[in-house]
């Protein structure tokens, strides 16, 4: 049988209390690290979600000056309100916040306007998309629906000084905004020889000539709105181009129409 000196036992069980030690030690030091970083998440956590809210709060007071007497913003669908505040969230941009808080107030004022596919839509939508929809917006006219004038697929100086050109338009169709016809020209036929049509504010009368089985035909150009196009298209910031009036004018006087406007300041006296 071995005989262990009573210093080596010693000496073992120093090393095993050592051993313990560290070991302790090394938990205590993983535990520290892991609160640590637990702390730090806690804290982004926090953060993120403040800035979430602010960003919230910012669209709702955004939206506030923007509804009518008589909105119905109890009307709203929850799930719509709560897909809203799902999406926007997120966006802290003030010139899109502006966006957002036009569409939470159209909402407001009229329940069921603006789909959950439009929510969803303008969720993805970049700034710089906006800002190149909402160029097109300034060649939109209102002839029942909204339809923006492009005859020429951005060729003409009149579309091209304003950012419309063919890539703008064809990324502008590839998001889902519009449609395109490039080989021809969208055509609408309206049951009655006389309508109103205006450019922003500006109304034009229109007195058609010719009709055929299907009725007065009038030559829209080569792009529409799409579902998503026309309702956002409502909250767009887009100001009148100069001198696109007298252009569009020129158009139709070429399609054979005769042109007259209740409003002083438009000049359609080449139409008679």
Known sequence: MAIVSHGKLERVAQAEAD?????????????MEVAKLTQRALGRFLAEETKKQHNMESITSKAIPLLQEDSKPQEIEDDWITNFFDKCRLISDEEMQTLWSKVLAGEA????????RTINFLASLDKSDATLFDNLCRFVWFLGEFVPLIYEDGISSIYSEYGITFEVIKHLADIGLISVEHLTTYTRFVKFKQVIVFYYDFPIIIDFVNKDKNGYK???????????????????????????????????????????????????????
């Not at 051993?19 to 535990?31: F, G, V, Y």
């Not at 579902?227 to 100069?242: D, F, R, Y």
């Not at 158009?251 to 139409?271: C, E, F, M, N």
């Open 19 to 31: 051993a313990e030690r560290i070991k302790a030690l090394s938990q205590i030091e993983t535990q």
């Open 109 to 116: 004022n009229f329940p069921g306007k603006y789909s959950r």
């Open 218 to 272: 009038l030559v829209l150009g080569k792009v529409l709105l799409s579902k998503i196009g026309q309702e956002l298209s409502n909250i767009c910031g887009s100001e009148p181009v100069p001198g696109f009036i007298d252009y569009v004018i020129k158009r139709w006087i070429g399609q054979g129409l005769i042109l007259s406007s209740p409003y002083p300041k438009i000049s359609v006296q080449h139409a008679k």
